[in-house]
């Protein structure tokens, strides 16, 4: 078994489909008034399926404490409800009665939702490597998510994001205020994440490493490949 780079299934578009300096000036301001999320609102966001074990039951317990706090803030969560991990129906009740939580369901256009939160959270109780993490971060947006495996590779803890305890929703509450009250340090993490995503995460950069991996196990095969220059192509 070898991992390759830093890790990830696919790398993520950095520099093309997760790139916040292409998106259109409307995007962001557009894609709040679709979900009727005041332009001036402060967004904490969750992109993933709602279930319990992503962290949803814990997520709506924090933001029971942070919605009192914060007026001005709005809870936006994309992705689908799944019958198999269901949340107890009373927190899917909270969330749906709240107008100041916006669920958007099943998205593949994902750019614009990063677009219009200014923070990410996952409190996630397992993940393999959350590309998740690894959109929010191009989009350079400020992450939080638990200390379990997958996040920890995803996440700098205090250089690109926060790390907090899995099942702790109140650990949760302490991070989120952080950087509610420090947009200083959601700029400085929102950059270094971008940074990092660049420098260590390019989908092209793994495409080359998954191909040359295979060239190198074949002729150790004796196997020849014809043309290697196609690593070179991919990485063009």
């Known amino acids: 078994i070898r991992v390759l780079l830093e890790g990830s299934c696919n790398g993520v578009d950095a520099a093309g489909r997760f790139n916040p300096s292409l998106l259109g000036d409307n995007v962001r301001n557009n894609t709040r008034g679709k979900y009727d999320i005041p332009s001036d609102a402060i967004v904490v966001g969750f992109v993933g399926r709602l279930v319990r074990s992503k962290g949803i039951v814990e997520l709506a317990d924090a933001w029971g404490t942070l919605r009192q706090d914060f007026p001005r803030l709005h809870l936006l969560l994309v992705g689908p409800a799944e019958p198999g991990d269901p949340v107890p129906s009373e927190v899917q009740r909270s ?85 509610l009250k420090d947009p200083e340090l959601c700029r400085l993490h929102g950059e270094a994440a971008r940074e990092r995503v660049l420098r260590d995460f390019s989908d092209r950069a793994m495409w080359k490493a998954v191909y040359e991996e295979y060239v190198e196990l074949l002729e150790e095969r004796g196997i020849t490949v014809p043309d290697t220059s196609v690593a070179a192509t991919v990485a063009d």
Not at 130 to 135: D, G, K, N, R, S
């Open 95 to 179: 969330l749906q009665d709240d107008p100041r939580v916006h669920l958007v369901g099943e998205e593949w256009n994902i750019p614009p939702m990063y677009a219009a939160m200014d923070l990410l959270v996952l409190p996630t109780y397992r993940e393999g490597f959350p590309i998740v993490l690894l959109e929010a971060a191009a989009m350079r947006l400020p992450m939080i998510a638990t200390k379990v495996p997958g996040c920890v590779d995803a996440i700098q803890d205090g250089v690109t994001g926060t790390l907090v305890p899995s099942h702790d929703s109140r650990q949760l509450v302490v991070a989120v205020r952080r950087y």
